[in-house]
């Protein structure tokens, strides 16, 4: 579905806003989102999908951005969560379907797929795997799962990032969270 085919229906002054966030939950969003569960998105391509949600959002409520209302207030009139949100749990969700799936199954045999050679220069791609790590890590799931995803290089940039948050937070809950994570990556007896 086309936003501009939509158009219609969200941009009528007689249809009440409540309606237009159902409809835009029910028709749009669903047409947005469509296979983002696979998708290793970057923090940079995320903000490219907020900014074209806020965009409908404000669009259909007939503002403008040189309105300057805040976004919180679009989503309380339309009944709308952010879409970064959905975006997790639609990865996630699916995670949890690849996680069920028989170990023969063609999905988890990709898995484990090792490609041989040289890797480009510069900073690594963002794969899914990367992704799903970061979700759980915001989220605060230092699980199996956590412990499965992390590679090497990811439970560097975890450490450092969780080292970071208790040194600006003045508590030690996230260094302790990632020495129990580092822990049982690396089988440290003792804990």
């Known amino acids: 579905m086309r936003w501009r085919s939509a158009s219609g229906v969200m941009c009528d002054k007689r249809i009440s806003l409540k309606l237009k966030g159902k409809f835009y939950r029910v028709a749009i969003r669903p047409t947005m989102l469509y296979g983002s569960e696979c998708w290793p998105m970057t923090k940079a391509q995320a903000s490219q999908v907020e900014v074209a949600e806020m965009r409908m959002l404000r669009w259909s409520c007939g503002k403008t951005l040189s309105d300057r ?4 207030v679009f989503r309380a ?9 959905k975006l997790r749990e639609g990865r996630l969700r699916w ?6 799936r028989d170990r023969t ?3 988890r045999r990709a898995e484990s797929i090792h490609v041989e ?7 690594p791609k963002m794969r899914w795997e990367d992704r799903l790590a970061k979700d759980l890590i915001e989220l605060g799931r230092f699980g199996i799962y956590a412990e499965t995803l992390l590679n090497l ?11 970071l948050m208790s040194a600006f937070s003045y508590t030690f809950r996230a260094f302790d969270a990632t020495f129990l994570l580092c822990s049982r990556v690396f089988s440290v007896d003792g804990v």
Request: charged share 20%; glycine share 12%.
């Open 69 to 72: 209302i805040p976004t919180g």
């Open 77 to 85: 009139e339309l009944e709308v969560g952010t879409i970064i949100n």
């Open 95 to 100: 995670f949890g379907h690849v996680r069920r």
């Open 105 to 107: 199954a063609p999905l």
């Open 117 to 123: 050679g040289i890797r480009r220069r510069g900073r």
């Open 153 to 163: 290089s990811t439970l560097y940039m975890v450490v450092i990032i969780c080292v």
